[in-house]
Nanobody
Framework: QVQLVESGGGLVQAGGSLRLSCAAS????????MGWYRQAPGKQRELVAE???????NYADSVKGRFTISRDNAKNTVYLQMNSLKPEDTAEYYCNTVSHNSAWETRWYWGQGTQVTVSS
């Protein structure tokens, strides 16, 4: 089993900042990607940002220049620094990892979600 434990969500005013953290543990042999997705009410879950094992990153166009994803490989932890937050960033944020387990099977794992609410 793999566990993803998220923290750092909350309520913030527009223009403010939040930092999300996600620690992965369990049967993870090799992490391919770690990232963050979000889902607002009535909308599909979308990729916010991801960081690959080699360190390269991908961002949704809507967050480029405002959000920064980083990773501590030793701790299997990924962070999302969110600056200049907008009301449209309000959503449930989910940590995700695509990893190989000890049997070298590729698996997707999700955290339980953390709410980010940005007031105008």
């Amino acid at each position: 089993q793999v566990q993803l434990v998220e923290s750092g969500g909350g309520l913030v005013q527009a223009g403010g900042s939040l930092r999300l953290s996600c620690a992965a543990s369990g049967n993870i042999f090799s992490i391919i990607t770690m990232g963050w997705y979000r889902q607002a009410p009535g909308k599909q879950r979308e990729l916010v940002a991801e960081i690959l094992s080699g360190g390269s990153t991908n961002y949704a166009d809507s967050v480029k220049g405002r959000f920064t994803i980083s990773r501590d490989n030793a701790k299997n932890t990924v962070y999302l620094q969110m600056n200049s937050l907008k009301p449209e960033d309000t959503a449930e944020y989910y940590c995700n990892t695509v990893s190989h387990n000890s049997a070298w099977e590729t698996r997707w794992y999700w955290g339980q979600g953390t709410q980010v609410t940005v007031s105008s």
